[in-house]
């Protein structure tokens, strides 16, 4: 996959529903009867990135507050969903240290995976921060995944909302009516092409998670080390 041309393709298309106020709302995030739960491999930015995204978020918050906003400790860049949140989903029906043990299987040792967040894309549902990579050893561990979860019995859902291959991360989620849209948009416009930094992958966790990752109901099931 070309990630420039495929994120700039989505964002073209996006910002046109956008501006002709066809972009999606999601009623769930302040649900308090929400319990989509499930486990997800995932890496967090750096502080100095986060750091260069919160800048953005707080142009953004001033003029359209009550949209959602991924705070810093939400920010995350998915690896792979490995059980996609549902509800009903207990974390003690599963043998955890077999997922651990077999995700170790699909993790590279002493790898440099770099990702440079620069610029954002954006769906009908919420604005992402782009993000590329240096070499394709992410999508290899996500192909290992893919090869080893499918020859075991362990319950998982990869791929079964899409096949993911990016390495963005989202920080707007539609909550409300766009009140002052374009300003809004121009704003993300000034920040198309925005450099917000390069971190290493150092660390990857596998997390239990609600559908948004806040951090309140994230609870940390592992970390390995690559």
Same mark, same amino acid.
């Given at each position: ?11 073209? $298309?996006?910002?046109k529903?956008? &501006? ?9 995030? =302040?649900?308090?009867?929400?319990? !989509?739960?499930?486990? +997800?491999l995932?890496? !967090?930015?750096?502080? @100095? ?10 142009e ?7 949209q *959602?906003?991924?705070p ?12 996609? &949140? ?8 599963i043998?955890l240290?077999?997922y ?6 699909c993790?590279?040792? /002493? ?9 954002? +894309?954006?769906? +009908?549902? &919420? ?12 999508? $290899?561990?996500? @192909? ?7 020859? #075991?019995e ?5 791929? /079964?909302?899409?096949s993911? $291959?990016?390495?963005? #991360? ?10 002052? /849209? $374009? #300003?809004?948009l121009?704003?993300i416009? @000034?920040?198309? =092409?925005? =450099?917000?930094? +390069? ?8 997390? *239990? ?7 309140k ?7 390995f080390?690559?």
């Open positions: 996959m070309n990630l420039k041309e495929h994120y700039s393709k989505l964002y073209k $298309e996006s910002i529903n956008i &501006c002709v106020g066809k972009y999606r709302i999601d009623n769930l995030i =302040d649900s308090k009867g929400d319990k !989509r739960f499930g486990i +997800t995932l890496v !967090r930015p750096s502080n @100095d990135v986060k750091e260069k995204i919160e800048k953005l978020i707080l953004l918050k001033k003029t359209e507050p009550n *959602y906003y991924y810093n400790s939400d920010i995350h860049i998915t690896v792979m969903s490995i059980i996609s &949140c549902y509800d009903g989903f207990n974390i003690e029906n043998e240290s077999k651990i043990e077999l995700i170790k299987k993790l590279p040792t /002493k790898k440099n995976i770099e990702v440079n967040f620069k610029g954002l +894309t954006a769906s +009908t549902s &919420c604005i992402m921060v782009q993000g590329f990579l240096n070499n394709n050893l992410l999508n $290899e561990i996500r @192909d290992n995944l893919r090869f080893e979860f499918k020859k #075991s362990l319950e998982q859902s990869l791929d /079964k909302r899409y993911i $291959e990016t390495a963005h #991360s989202t920080i707007v989620r539609f909550r409300n009516q766009l009140n002052k /849209k $374009e #300003s809004f121009k704003i416009e @000034d920040y198309v =092409d925005f =450099d917000f930094g +390069t971190f290493e992958i150092t660390k990857i966790e596998l997390v *239990y998670n609600d559908w948004y990752q806040r951090k109901l994230v609870k940390k099931l592992y970390e080390e690559i």
